[in-house]
């Protein structure tokens, strides 16, 4: 497949990274020398220096013979020129990242489709997804829904609480056991568990259930005296929080504290002022914190642009005795340093943007593909196609890579859990973890 990204920015330089790992055919175009020179002399990728805005360009980057275009630079209008160029020379799909949430209007798809922008994406509201779905359960760390909860992944740290620590995993997720152990991540080393490994303290453990069992998950994994969010503190008021705030629940409400007076004057007109309040002040203020009632509040976001202040305000929160903590971390290389201060929920959205990009890039049918950052492992939805490989044979006939798992499907709406013996049919969406292997692996048995 060859894939021309256009702007050496953060997804750009995160989606190049990744492909050149996975040797596909990659051009990389940035009017920065600089910015290219440091990426090409790491990858295995070819560069292009000039302006993704010239004809020329995307001819000189082989546009006419490119399977898809990705145009994330830091301009939208840029962004969405260059997909219409790019598709009028001979791109077969484009996408382009976007600042606006009213394009992203699934209404709009036919008149984008039109004008030559196969895709839009915007990062904010994929974080600001993530980010009221994960407040919903206060005892989680991350939680991914399949066919709106049909079936279940949630991702917890296991605590002295934990009642199933220390036990085999085939003397605990039997065929009728109402839930699987899919991924581990146990310091830095991340496990597709068999049947002998155990489950220790500190583990962040993936669970894949179905959502009537997981009040028994959150009893298990002894998280029954967690306090339900209801009192959310946000630092930071860019678009992340805003659309935050519109996507959680309506029994909660929300604080947010914005360092900037013009910035806090916008928030007025743009959030639900019955919900959400905005402050101005400085969110690392201890006084400010006390005073707008952090010990009522059951859970702190920090989504400012400075990675370093998200983890430091987050640390805060918790001796303040908040239970939930999140901390938007743009930088990869925080990330580690995030989880080993058990800084809670780490949300980034460059690693979203190229796990929703990603899944373009597969030729089977996917509905859902996400990059678990802390376990670095891929979790994706495959819709199992009539005579394709994973419906002639049992799970335990097929030969998956070692690294990768089978944690459910949706057979017509309703979830069910795999085991050995299950019989995968077409039309089923199965949800299969991977970790350290491509995901073209995998999806040659379901096309």
Known sequence: MKIIIAGAYAIGTHLAQLLSRNNEDTVLIDSDEERLASISSEYDLMTVHASVSKIQTLKDAGVSGADLFIAVTRDENLNMNACMLAKALGAKR?????????????????FFEKVGISSRIYPENLAARDIANGLKMSWVRQRWDVHDGALVMLG???????????????????????????AI????????????????????????????????????VGKEHYVDVKNVMIMGGGATAVRATELMPEYMNAK????????????????????????????RD??????????NTQAFVALTGNAETNILACMTAKRLGVRKT???????DYVSMAESLDIGTIVNKKALAASYIYQMMLDADVNNIRFLMSANAD???????????????????????????IGGLVRHDEGFLVSGNTQIEAG?????????????????FFK
Do not use: W
């Open 256 to 283: 947010i504290i914005e360092l900037d007076e013009a910035r806090c004057q916008k928030l007025n007109e743009l959030v639900d002022t019955d919900r959400v309040m905005v402050i101005n002040g400085d969110g």
């Open 379 to 405: 979790v994706a939805e495959f819709t199992a196609q009539q005579g394709s490989k994973v419906t002639r044979k049992k799970v335990f006939e097929l030969g998956l890579p070692k690294d990768a798992t």
């Open 326 to 332: 999140v901390a938007m971390v743009e930088n990869l």
């Open 94 to 110: 484009t996408v382009a990242k976007v600042d606006n949430f009213e394009y992203i209007d699934p209404k709009l798809d036919g």
């Open 156 to 182: 917890i740290k296991l605590r002295e609480t934990c009642e199933i620590l220390n036990e085999p995993l085939k003397d605990l997720c039997k065929p009728e056991s109402p839930y699987h152990i899919v």
């Open 428 to 444: 089923d969406s199965v949800v299969v973890f991977c970790h350290d292997i491509h995901m073209s692996k995998i999806e040659k």
């Open 185 to 220: 991540k146990r310091g830095d080393e991340t496990i597709i568990p068999r049947g002998d490994d155990v489950l220790k303290i500190y583990d962040l453990a993936y669970f894949m259930t179905t959502r009537n069992y997981i009040p028994y998950i959150r009893k298990i």
């Open 286 to 295: 201890l006084s400010l914190l006390n005073e707008e009632g952090i010990k």
